[in-house]
């Protein structure tokens, strides 16, 4: 399995970024996707998921910022994020999920300036 993420950056506060992960070596329509983040000194926490139906989840502090979304022709998930905080700062990594197997992506660093 392997997955590509991409699309992280340095932006200001109130800014949007749209963070994509290509999987690869996997059926990537039977798995359930998912974005996490891990700030320094804090634990990786989950940001948003979708399932292979469509179904998706939210933390609750990017509810109604954030957008996941996928796409199975492509092998690609992605992470639509609106209205970037400071403390959305993060190394971003993408999951790949399948029963009790899952598999991660090598992450990469979104900075949102104040």
């Known amino acids: 399995v392997q997955l590509q993420a991409s699309g992280g950056g340095l932006v200001q506060a109130g800014g949007s970024l749209r963070l994509s992960c290509a999987a690869s070596?996997?059926?990537?329509?039977?798995?359930?996707m998912g974005w996490f983040r891990q700030a320094p000194g804090k634990q990786r926490e989950l940001v948003a998921g979708?399932?292979?139906?469509?179904?998706?989840t939210y933390a609750d502090s990017v509810k109604g910022r954030f957008t996941i979304s996928r796409d199975n022709a492509k092998n690609t998930v992605y992470l639509q994020m609106n209205s970037l905080k400071p403390e959305d700062t993060a190394v971003y990594y993408c999951?790949?999920?399948?029963?009790?197997?899952?598999?991660w992506g090598q992450g990469t660093q979104v900075t949102v300036s104040s």
């Open positions: 999951n790949a999920a399948l029963g009790s197997a899952n598999s």
């Open positions: 979708i399932t292979r139906g469509g179904s998706t």
């Open positions: 070596g996997i059926i990537f329509s039977i798995y359930n």
